[in-house]
């Protein structure tokens, strides 16, 4: 089957293959930029290579540091639409998924997220983290996988689709679509003040008669909601609005078509009062830059700004959050890499995944443990870092060393003093929390802890405080018909 050069739902070209067809060839040139490159050019962003795309690392005269700061104390937006976006629909999309990942996606019910992986087999090692959304059924599913393992996983997909329809399962199940959302925008609105700003951009964007509390969106759930697409009236598109992120802040991930989806004359420009415009003026070529736009006026210098790739990566670390590429790989289990909650209970039980029978075989309490474990290291103040690649010793009596593990992400956390602190996979009897083990940074051993995940606590919404509630632009008090994770 070929390549369908057709709108997707949000408009733009998808890549489409159907287990029924022929797989279309993947071999597509990644764009160089991504929809916001205007914008960060006009902020003077620090661009640099990441994953095939010019990204921004930083925006001077920010510093890493006041970048980071910023996210924990204000809110912040990344710009991540380099990250691979994927709809899975059809009977047989359930199935198919499950098929390649430990999830129990039959549980997950509409509109929430969980974090997944794509398992090889026989090993069970880690062709990619995900995140996998069940949109309004059983039928449909947003996926989001790495930009940096985007020809691998499309290789993987494209094989995993070709097996699937030639399996007894097809028959059972049915057709599985697979659509790559090309040129979609993705951004991050991270920190504790990014609710409040998205919820003022909601009053303002939607239309007059709708009501909603964020406050009622919690970590891992979502929402679809009909926003403006630029200044033009009527030009609207849907955006996918998902409560989490990977900085450990509270958040949003926004994922937005290319191109307007619906022109509505009777739905007007909303008439609330915005702040004037900066006095840079951005270029508005796509929904994407229009929208991180209609954020950065709404929510004005004091309490939000742009920020880049190293900010983002300090953050995850704190956090404890896992790097494809360095503290995960193809040689890597989920329980390896602590994450065996991800290997949900019925999925647990059936082992019908690539690996299962080595994973469940390492989570039993009567099967073969892993030899290795990723732990979190503490190596206090002052000195330098721990990196990617340095040794992880045990520490004998008379001063003497052994090789016991790896670090694979490390370096100073911002929000603790500029402690140094790292992550690594370890020989599993040195696995345990409060062990002292040391790092040959540079020629010198430095003790270092293990200690628990993630270094600084994370601020996830589960709950309701009883505010956030937003009537035609103006905060209020009152109650209003509350909406729940769903179109909007």
């Not at 597509?28 to 095939?52: C, D, E, R």
């Not at 926004?254 to 609330?272: A, L, R, Y």
């Not at 330098?384 to 694979?408: D, F």
């Not at 002292?436 to 293990?450: F, P, S, T, W, Y």
Request: aromatic share 6%.
């Amino acid at each position: 089957m070929p390549i369908n050069n057709k709108h997707s739902p949000g408009g733009g070209v998808s890549v489409t293959t159907t287990a029924a067809d022929t797989a279309p060839p993947i071999t597509k040139a990644i764009p160089s930029t991504t929809p916001l490159n205007s914008l960060h050019l006009s902020q003077g962003a620090k661009m640099v290579p990441f994953a095939g795309y010019s990204m921004p690392l930083l925006y001077p005269p920010q510093t890493h540091i006041s970048e980071h700061n910023w996210t924990r104390e204000h809110a912040s937006i990344f710009d991540v639409s380099h990250m691979v976006q994927h709809i899975f629909s059809g009977p047989g999309a359930l199935a198919f998924l499950e098929s390649l990942t430990p999830t129990d996606l039959s549980a997950q019910g509409p509109f929430k997220s969980t974090l997944s992986v794509l398992l090889a087999h026989p090993t069970g090692g880690i062709i990619d983290d995900t995140i996998i959304t069940m949109q309004a059924s059983q039928e449909r599913f947003y996926v989001v996988t790495n930009a940096g393992c985007r020809e691998k996983d499309l290789l993987y997909f494209r094989e995993a689709l070709r097996k699937w329809k030639e399996s007894p399962t097809f028959k059972e199940k049915g057709e599985v679509v697979h659509e790559v959302l090309e040129d979609w925008g993705l951004i991050a609105l991270q920190g504790p003040e990014a609710k409040d700003v998205l919820a003022e951009y909601l009053a303002h964007a939607l239309p007059p008669q709708v009501e909603f509390n964020l406050d009622e969106v919690k970590f891992g759930t979502s929402f679809e909601a009909s926003v403006p697409a630029s200044e033009k009236v009527g030009e609207r598109v849907t955006v996918h609005i998902a409560r989490g992120g990977y900085t450990g802040e509270d958040g949003f991930e926004i994922s937005i078509p290319p191109g307007p989806t619906t022109t509505e004359s009777q739905i007007p420009h909303p008439k609330s009062s915005l702040p004037a415009a900066a006095s840079s003026t951005v270029p508005v070529l796509n929904p994407t830059t229009y929208i991180t736009n209609m954020l950065l006026r709404i929510g004005g210098k004091e309490r939000i700004m742009m920020a880049g790739l190293a900010a983002r990566d300090s953050l995850r670390l704190e956090a404890g959050m896992c790097l494809y590429g360095h503290d995960l790989n193809e040689d890597i289990t989920p329980v390896e890499a602590s994450l065996g909650w991800i290997v949900h209970k019925r999925r647990r039980a059936d082992g019908l995944f690539p690996g299962g029978s080595v994973i469940q075989a390492q989570l039993a309490k009567d099967g073969t443990p892993p030899e290795k474990k990723r732990i979190g290291l503490d190596l206090g103040s002052g000195g330098a870092p721990a990196r990617e690649g340095m040794n992880i010793v045990k520490l004998g009596e008379k001063g003497e060393t052994e090789v016991v593990g790896h670090v694979t992400s490390g370096g100073p956390a911002i929000s603790l003093g500029m402690k140094n602190i790292a992550m690594g996979y370890v020989r599993r009897e040195y696995g345990q929390v409060g062990t002292v083990l040391g790092v040959d940074v540079r020629g010198n051993v430095r003790e270092a802890k293990v200690v628990r995940m993630p270094f600084v606590p994370t601020k996830y919404w589960k709950g309701i405080k009883g505010k956030g509630y937003y009537r035609n632009g103006l905060a209020t008090c009152e109650r209003l018909v509350r909406i729940r994770p769903g179109p909007m």
